[in-house]
């Protein structure tokens, strides 16, 4: 059994590195240090524990002003963490974070839409990724995460041009011909694999300034993979 005090050494030296960390990503925001920048990004998502969250209600309170050039470097970094918002913990903070992490969005208003599990949208807790493709945004609510309980869903809404962060600017897709060559030497990456990079045209929502919500379509529960098999 581990001793107490040991234990709790631990968990300050945890929390130490994550305040350092997220000193150190607000500090690089303030002083427009590209390289620094870079550097704290990587010790928030590599060396510590739950840094995002201190560094991200950090900004959200100082509100720095963050350079474009920095704005693409967190753009980059937010097409490669996709699952970022989870470690954050903290949606409202977020929201107002990313307002001046991200490029910023300048357009009209957008029909959007976003797959996903049942209980988001029962209790309107939408996550910040919707597509402007339909069909794109089908493919996250099939397959695997229909397992989840209650099933999954498609969600549709007009987006207002405040309700909408940023618009993601993913690297240029594959041709056809280059995604055929590149599975051939890559026999494990699949076509499905592609569409998970986010080609699907990823709009970034703050669910505050959302209108009406509907369902679009709705897929019921099934058995996780491992009981399929029973």
């Given at each position: 059994m581990q001793n107490p005090d040991t234990f709790d050494a631990h968990m300050k030296r945890e929390r130490e590195a994550d305040r350092r960390a997220a000193f150190d990503f607000c500090a690089a925001c303030h002083a427009k240090d590209i390289d620094a920048f870079r550097a704290s990004i990587h010790q928030l998502t590599e060396l510590s524990v739950s840094g995002w969250n201190v560094a991200i209600r950090k900004v959200a309170r100082e509100r720095p002003a963050i350079s474009d050039e920095m704005k693409k470097v967190f753009e980059a970094f937010w097409i490669e963490a996709r699952y970022f918002p989870l470690g954050v913990g903290d949606d409202r903070a977020l929201a107002t974070a990313l307002r001046l992490l991200l490029p910023p969005y300048t357009g009209?208003?957008?029909?959007?839409?976003?797959?996903?599990?049942?209980?988001?949208?029962?209790?309107?807790?939408?996550?910040?990724?919707?597509?402007?493709n339909l069909e794109e945004a089908d493919f996250f609510a099939q397959g695997p995460r229909q397992a989840l309980e209650g099933g999954t869903v498609v969600m549709e809404t007009e987006a207002p041009a405040e309700a909408i962060i940023a618009r993601i600017s993913y690297p240029q897709e594959f041709s056809p011909e280059e995604r055929a060559e590149f599975i051939r030497q890559q026999p494990r990456f699949s076509e499905e694999s592609f569409q998970q990079f986010g080609h699907e045209g990823e709009y970034i929502v703050d669910r505050q300034f959302l209108g009406p919500v509907k369902v679009a379509r709705r897929y019921s529960q099934i058995k996780p993979a491992w009981e399929q098999g029973q």
């Amino acid at each position: 059994m581990q001793n107490p005090d040991t234990f709790d050494a631990h968990m300050k030296r945890e929390r130490e590195a994550d305040r350092r960390a997220a000193f150190d990503f607000c500090a690089a925001c303030h002083a427009k240090d590209i390289d620094a920048f870079r550097a704290s990004i990587h010790q928030l998502t590599e060396l510590s524990v739950s840094g995002w969250n201190v560094a991200i209600r950090k900004v959200a309170r100082e509100r720095p002003a963050i350079s474009d050039e920095m704005k693409k470097v967190f753009e980059a970094f937010w097409i490669e963490a996709r699952y970022f918002p989870l470690g954050v913990g903290d949606d409202r903070a977020l929201a107002t974070a990313l307002r001046l992490l991200l490029p910023p969005y300048t357009g009209p208003v957008m029909r959007l839409y976003r797959g996903t599990k049942y209980h988001e949208w029962r209790f309107r807790r939408y996550g910040f990724s919707w597509s402007a493709n339909l069909e794109e945004a089908d493919f996250f609510a099939q397959g695997p995460r229909q397992a989840l309980e209650g099933g999954t869903v498609v969600m549709e809404t007009e987006a207002p041009a405040e309700a909408i962060i940023a618009r993601i600017s993913y690297p240029q897709e594959f041709s056809p011909e280059e995604r055929a060559e590149f599975i051939r030497q890559q026999p494990r990456f699949s076509e499905e694999s592609f569409q998970q990079f986010g080609h699907e045209g990823e709009y970034i929502v703050d669910r505050q300034f959302l209108g009406p919500v509907k369902v679009a379509r709705r897929y019921s529960q099934i058995k996780p993979a491992w009981e399929q098999g029973q």
